[in-house]
């Protein structure tokens, strides 16, 4: 049985474990904290693929120490020899007593071995504390191995009649400073960054993370079906690109790439981008958490497809009027069961701004 103790110090591993929110992709973000005797003998947090998991670092940390005591792992420790060792073996080497796990490791190749490892060694072992918070901390590393897509969330920023720019297309700053600050910190934790061409060609962004502090940059994506992204577009530096096209223009494929940029031909006989086919190819790729920031059209897509997770709506106090853009084109829904539903998630102040965040609704 979990104690009040025990929810401490899995709140305590919670935290470790957020510091990766920037860096561990495509691992998922874990925390590890060693108690014996009511005391702190060792902490760690998986900081980045290829480098120790979080439990070796808290059991270097413990050292003899670790015989006996309890650890808290917000995710089910490896059972597997994939680029590190199996965390799980790490544990019972060093003796540990009992196992406290947020939530089992959705990756097929330790999904249950893990916690099966500990237990045939004799460590006590419970599972499930404060599982919904390890659970949204990962939920990108969860849908790709559940559904084998990433998690995808679209960012809007709209004024308070849902609008996203004037019918001539001028949109810039209807949020604060605030809000786009908020947005570079979700750009920061996001594995990819989600665009389409129009949004390229309409505002030439760089839809990179701008801060002197980051190690990694988002990769940019460009849904581009018939490559007219232009050679000078500003996405084209910055950082990681992949285009995505339904058409193979060889010579136009070459100049891209020459130019840093990687470009993947999806064929589809209406010369459009398959939605589902590139998701899952990122996943492949090892993307976790996608941001969309796009314009109508892609947004529209994106949800008629049922592919988008969670909108996070920026609205700014500001009436646009009836003749500027909406956020998302779904064309002209004839019966009210056409619409698509969402539940709320969180709402608060940002700046002078308002966040909504609303999922969508999975039957
Ligand atoms: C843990 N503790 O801190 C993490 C785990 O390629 P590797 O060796 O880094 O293994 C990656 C897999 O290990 C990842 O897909 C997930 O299943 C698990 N991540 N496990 O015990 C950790 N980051
Ligand atoms: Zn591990």
Redesign the pocket.
Known sequence: MASAADSHWMAHALRL?ER?LNT?S???????VLVKDGIVIGE???ER???????PIALHAAGERARGATAY?T????S?????????DALIAAGVARVVIAMQ???P??SGR?VAKLRDSGIVVETGLMEASARELNLG?VSR?TRGMPWVRSKIAASLDGRTALANGVSQWITGPAARQDVQRLRARSCAVLTGIGTVLADDPQLNVRDSEVVRQPLRVVLDSHLQISSSSRILQGGPVLIYAAIPDSAKITLLEQLGAQVVVLPNPDEQVDLPAMLGDLARRGINEVLVEAGAKLNGGLLQAGLVDELLLYLAPQLLGDEARGMAALGNLMALDQRIELQWQDVRHVGSDLRLTARINRP
Not at 80 to 88: K, V
């Open positions: 474990a990766g561990t495509p691992n998922p973000r874990v925390g590890c760690g947090w998986h693929a290829g480098e120790l998991h979080a439990e792992v995710l089910e420790p490896c597997h020899f994939g680029r590190t060792p199996p965390c799980a490791d959705p990756n190749l330790v893990g590393f191995m």
